[in-house]
C-alpha cells in the first residue's frame, strides 16, 4: 500500500534518513516508535507529502489513483488546519477541496463543538474529533496519525479510537500510527517499527514482539542472555532481553521470567536506546 | 480553496482601504485647526495613493498569511492539490482586488497615466508575491521590496536612455518597452527562484529552503545592480544636461 524507496532526507547537514527502504501492506495497522528526534514525526510528514524528500519517493499502491492524497488523511500533532476559519468554514473548505458533498458531522456532535465557533477556540481534543471528522469525510484508505492521542482527554479519546476502530471494521484501512503511549492502542496494533538513527531498528508482527521480548527478574544478570535494557532496584533489577528463545528458559538458574504488553517493550526499547 | 482565497483577499483589500479614514479627519483638522482650505477632492486622492501602493504590497506580502498565522502549512500541502493550483488560487483574487483598485484610479484619475502606474504597481505586486517566502524579519523584507523596486523603476530609465535616447526628451516618463524590459530583468530571476523554491516547498525551516533565492536571484539582483551602477553616471549626466 505505502512504500518508502531509498528515501534520503535531511534537516541542512543533519541527516535523518539515508537510503531508508519500509514497505506497509493494505490494511495494516502499523506502530512506528523510537526516541525521540529519530524521525518518526518526519518518516509520517514524507508520507502525507507535508515533507519533500530529497532522494527517494514514497509509493503507494495504484489502487489509490492518480492523486493518493485524495485517499490519504493526516492528523499532524501541530493540529494544523485553518484556525481563523469557522468549524463550519473549515468543513466546506475540506469538500471543496476534496469535491465531496457529504460530511457526517455526528462525530463532533459528542464534542459540544459548534458549527460557528473558530476552529482556534476548539481544545487539542475538539481540534483531533474536527480533524478526524474531516478526514473520515474522504473514506480514506490511508490514515497517518502522528502523536496525539495522549494529548487528549480519556473520553475524546475514546471516541477517537472508536471511530477508528469502526472504519477497520467497514473496511481494511492502513492506519500508521507514531505514538509514545501505547495503552490505549495496544489491541489494534498488528505490527510495530522502532527506528534507531535513520534506520529500522526492529520490524516485528506484535505476537512476534511479545514472544521474543521478555523481561527477567533476578538479582544478577542473567548471563549470556542479549539484554536490550535494564532497571536496578535497590534488592533486584529487571532485565529486558531481545531476541527471548525459549531456551533460555533451561539455561536460566536464577529469576522469574515475566510477559510484557506492547508499552512496557517499546519501553525497554528505548530505554535500550538511552543505556 | 478559491472561495476561503477570495474571503481573505477581500478582507486584506479592506483593510489596505484603511487610510481612507483619514479623509474625515484631515477634513476637520483643516477646518478647525490648520485653516488651509484643503478640498475633499485632493485629500481623497493623497489617501487613495496610499491605498494603491499599500494593497499590492500587502496582497503579495501577505499571500500566505493565513497558513503562517494559522500554522495551516502541514494541512494546506497535505491535501490533494498541486503547486500550480495553491498558487492560481491564491494570485487570482489578489489580482482581481488590484484590477478594481486600477479601475477606481481610472475612474478617479489621481494618475497622470494609469496604464504606466498600474503596470508599475502589478511589478510591486510581483516583487512583494516572489519574496514572501523567503523572509524571516519584517523590516529587512520591506526594504528588500523597496530596494528592488527602486531598482526597476531606476533601471526602466536607464534602459530609456539606453536604448530609446534619440527619440525621446530628458525626464520624461520611461516608456513601456523599458518599462517591461526592466520588468522582466528583474522579475524572471526572482519569479523563477519563487516557484522552484514554491514548487518544492514543505513545512521545513524556511532556512533549508532558500537554495533558489540564494544561487539565482541573488546573483541576478547583484548582476542587476552592478550594470546600474555601470551605467547610471552617464544616466545622471544626460538627463541633467540641457
Not at chain 1, 483531533?128 to 496519525?145: A, R
Not at chain 2, 499599500?54 to 494541512?75: C, H, R, V, W
Not at chain 2, 539606453?162 to 524572471?188: D, G, K
Request: glycine letters at 4%; proline letters at 4%; hydrophobic letters at 50%.
Amino acid at each position: 500500500m505505502i512504500e518508502a524507496k531509498d528515501l534520503s532526507f535531511r534537516y541542512g547537514k543533519i541527516k535523518v534518513f539515508e537510503h531508508f527502504n519500509l514497505d506497509i501492506p493494505e490494511g495494516q495497522v502499523c506502530l512506528i516508535t523510537g526516541i525521540n528526534g529519530v524521525g518518526k514525526s518526519t518518516l509520517l510528514r514524507l508520507m502525507a507529502g507535508a515533507l519533500r524528500p530529497a532522494k527517494g519517493e514514497i509509493v503507494f499502491n495504484e489502487k489509490l489513483g492518480r492523486n493518493p492524497k485524495r485517499k490519504i488523511g493526516f492528523i499532524s500533532d501541530s493540529l494544523s488546519l485553518y484556525q481563523s476559519l469557522t468549524v463550519s468554514q473549515a468543513i466546506d473548505f475540506h469538500k471543496s477541496v476534496y469535491g465531496i458533498d457529504a460530511f457526517d458531522d455526528s462525530l463532533i456532535k459528542h464534542t459540544k463543538i459548534s458549527h460557528g465557533q473558530k476552529v482556534k477556540e476548539l481544545s487539542a481534543g475538539q481540534k483531533v474529533i474536527l480533524h478526524l471528522s474531516l478526514i473520515l469525510s474522504i473514506e480514506p484508505e490511508v490514515l497517518l496519525i502522528d502523536e496525539i492521542i495522549h494529548s487528549i482527554d480519556s473520553y475524546l479519546r475514546r471516541l477517537f479510537l472508536e471511530a477508528l476502530i469502526q472504519l477497520q471494521t467497514q473496511r481494511p484501512i492502513t492506519i500508521i500510527m507514531v505514538n509514545l503511549n501505547f495503552h490505549d492502542i495496544e489491541h489494534m496494533v498488528e505490527r510495530v517499527i522502532l527506528l534507531k538513527k535513520g534506520t529500522i531498528a526492529v520490524d516485528e508482527k506484535i505476537e512476534g514482539l511479545k514472544a521474543k521480548v521478555k523481561k527477567i527478574i533476578s538479582t544478577s544478570p542473567p548471563s549470556g542472555l542479549p539484554i536490550l535494557s535494564q532497571i536496578d532496584y535497590s534488592n533486584h533489577s529487571e532485565y529486558f532481553i531481545y531476541p527471548f528463545q525459549n531456551e533460555f528458559r533451561d539455561r536460566m538458574k536464577e529469576g522469574e521470567i515475566v510477559d510484557l504488553n506492547l508499552t512496557e517493550i517499546v519501553t525497554a526499547f528505548i530505554g535500550g536506546e538511552y543505556a | 480553496m478559491l472561495n476561503k482565497e477570495l474571503r481573505d483577499a477581500l478582507k486584506q483589500f479592506l483593510e489596505c482601504l484603511l487610510p481612507l479614514l483619514i479623509i474625515p479627519v484631515a477634513f476637520v483638522f483643516d477646518k478647525y485647526v490648520i485653516h488651509s482650505n484643503w478640498r475633499i477632492a485632493d485629500i481623497f486622492n493623497y489617501a487613495f495613493l496610499v491605498v494603491l501602493v499599500i494593497y499590492p504590497l500587502m496582497a503579495g506580502t501577505l499571500i500566505f498569511q493565513s497558513e503562517k498565522k494559522d500554522n495551516a502549512f502541514e494541512y494546506l500541502l497535505s491535501l490533494p492539490l498541486s503547486r500550480p493550483k495553491i498558487l492560481a488560487d491564491k494570485i487570482g483574487p489578489r489580482l482581481l482586488f488590484l484590477f478594481v483598485l486600477l479601475l477606481a484610479a481610472l475612474a478617479i484619475s489621481p494618475f497622470k497615466d494609469v496604464l504606466m502606474n498600474g503596470f508599475n504597481l502589478l511589478v510591486l505586486f510581483l516583487i512583494s508575491l516572489f519574496l514572501c517566502l523567503s523572509y524571516t524579519s519584517i523590516v529587512v523584507y520591506f526594504l528588500e521590496i523597496g530596494l528592488l523596486f527602486w531598482l526597476f523603476y531606476l533601471d526602466s530609465q536607464i534602459l530609456n536612455y539606453l536604448l530609446w535616447r534619440p527619440e525621446i526628451s530628458r525626464n520624461i516618463f520611461p516608456n513601456i518597452q523599458s518599462q517591461l524590459l526592466a520588468a522582466a530583468l528583474l522579475l524572471v530571476p526572482l519569479g523563477l527562484a519563487f516557484w522552484l523554491t514554491f514548487k518544492r516547498f514543505d513545512v521545513k525551516p524556511l532556512k533549508f529552503q532558500m537554495k533558489s533565492y540564494v544561487f539565482i536571484a541573488l546573483p541576478a539582483v547583484l548582476a542587476l545592480i552592478t550594470l546600474t551602477v555601470v551605467f547610471v553616471k552617464k544616466y545622471w549626466a544626460w538627463s541633467h544636461t540641457g
